[in-house]
C-alpha cells in the first residue's frame, strides 16, 4: 500500500500568486462550492435517519471540478456525467430544494422523485444525468456531441467519467468515433485515484491516465482538480479548441473524495497519511485562504456566504420533508415520449 500512497499524493503545479480571475468569479466559485459540500454533508445526515434510501454517492473534496467547469462552459453546451452527480447537477443550475426532494424521493424533486440519487436530468439545464451503468455516459455523451455538430451549432457536450469508468471498452470506441468525426465533446475523467475501492495503479499500467487519449491523436493534459482557476483555464482552452471545429479534447482531472465511494463504504483501503495529504489541501478551505490573503474577499463577506448557505440547504430539507411521494398511478408516466411520425402512418 506504500507504493500507492507514493503515486496518488495531491498534484502540485507552480503558478502566480496573482489572480488572474476576477473577485466576482471567486466569490462565485466559493459560494458554489460551499453550497455543494454543505449539501453533500446535509445528504449524509438525513440518510442516516433513513430519509434517505437507496444508493448514495456524495461529491465531498470534488467540488471545484464542477466550479471551474461552469465558468468555462455556456448554459447551451451538454452535460453528461456519472452517479457521483448531486454537485454536478447543482453547479448546472438544479437547485438545492429540488435536488434534495429527489434524494427523498418525493414528487418534488428534480426528476418528480424517481430518479434518486444517481440520476438527476433536466432537459431545460441540458444536464443529461446521473447515469448509474459505469461507463454509459461515456457513449451517451458522444452521441448527444453528434447531434449538435449534425444540426450545425456552436455547442459542445461536456462528457465527465471516473477513473473507474475508463477501463470500459466504451470509452475507446467513443474516442475513435469523435476524433474520426471530429465532434464537438469534451472527455472529463475525475480522477479520484479510486475505482470503489480499488486503486488506478492496480487496475492499469497506465498511471497518467490523460495518456489514454494520446493513442487516438487527441490533445489531452491533466489538471489540478483541487483548484478551481486551474480547472477554469484547462476548460477555457479545451473550449476554445472544440469551438474552433478541431475536435476532442480530454482532460483528467486529478481530484479525491474524502468519503467512500458510497454510504456504504468505510474507505478502508486508504492510509490515514493519503487522506490528511489532500485533507491539507481541500478545496474549499485553499481557497478561502487565497481569497482572503489576496483580498478578493473580506471576512464579512466570507461569514455571509456561510449564512446564506446554512439557511439555503434548512430550506431544502424542509422543503423536500413537506413533500409528497409520487402516487401509484404515476408509475408508468414520464417512461416514454408519443411521437407521430407521417411516414409510418
Request: net charge positive; proline share 3%; glycine share 8%.
Amino acid at each position: 500500500m506504500a507504493e500507492v500512497v507514493e503515486k496518488t499524493k495531491p498534484t502540485r503545479r507552480r503558478r502566480s500568486t496573482k489572480s488572474k480571475v476576477s473577485k466576482e468569479k471567486y466569490l462565485e466559485w466559493y459560494e458554489l462550492m460551499l453550497r455543494i459540500r454543505r449539501f453533500e454533508e446535509r445528504a449524509l445526515m438525513e440518510y442516516g435517519k433513513q430519509n434517505i434510501r437507496g444508493f448514495c454517492h456524495v461529491y465531498i473534496g470534488q467540488e471545484a471540478v464542477t466550479a471551474g467547469i461552469e465558468s468555462a462552459i455556456s448554459k447551451d453546451d451538454a452535460v453528461v456525467t456519472a452517479y457521483r452527480q448531486h454537485g454536478t447537477a447543482i453547479g448546472r443550475g438544479v437547485g438545492t430544494k429540488e435536488a434534495m426532494a429527489e434524494l427523498f424521493g418525493k414528487r418534488t424533486g428534480v426528476n418528480k422523485g424517481k430518479g434518486g440519487s444517481m440520476h438527476f436530468f433536466s432537459k431545460e439545464l441540458r444536464y443529461f444525468g446521473g447515469n448509474g451503468i459505469v461507463g454509459a455516459q461515456i457513449p451517451i455523451g458522444t452521441g448527444i456531441a453528434f447531434a449538435e455538430k449534425y444540426r450545425g451549432t456552436k455547442n459542445l457536450c461536456v462528457t465527465m467519467f471516473g477513473d473507474g469508468a475508463s477501463r470500459q471498452g466504451a470509452l475507446h470506441e467513443s474516442f475513435n468515433m469523435a476524433m474520426t468525426w471530429k465532434l464537438p465533446v469534451l472527455y472529463v475523467v475525475e480522477n479520484n485515484h479510486y475505482a470503489m475501492g480499488t486503486s488506478v495503479e492496480r487496475t492499469s499500467n497506465v498511471h497518467d491516465l490523460y495518456k489514454m487519449g494520446l493513442s487516438y491523436d487527441m490533445p489531452s493534459e491533466p489538471v489540478d482538480g483541487m483548484d478551481p482557476s486551474a480547472v477554469y483555464e484547462a476548460f477555457q482552452r479545451a473550449v476554445a479548441h472544440i469551438r474552433a471545429g478541431k475536435g476532442p479534447y480530454f482532460l483528467e482531472v486529478k481530484t479525491y473524495r474524502y468519503k467512500g465511494h458510497s454510504v456504504s463504504d468505510p474507505a478502508k483501503y486508504r492510509t490515514k497519511d493519503e487522506v490528511k495529504a489532500y485533507r491539507d489541501r481541500d478545496p474549499i478551505k485553499m481557497l478561502e485562504a487565497k481569497m482572503l490573503k489576496e483580498k478578493l474577499a473580506s471576512e464579512d463577506q466570507i461569514k455571509e456566504i456561510k449564512l446564506k448557505i446554512k439557511g439555503e440547504i434548512e430550506e431544502a430539507v424542509q422543503f423536500a420533508i413537506q413533500g409528497e411521494y409520487p402516487h401509484p398511478d404515476e408509475l408508468y408516466d414520464d417512461n416514454y415520449v408519443q411521437k407521430d411520425y407521417p411516414f409510418l402512418t
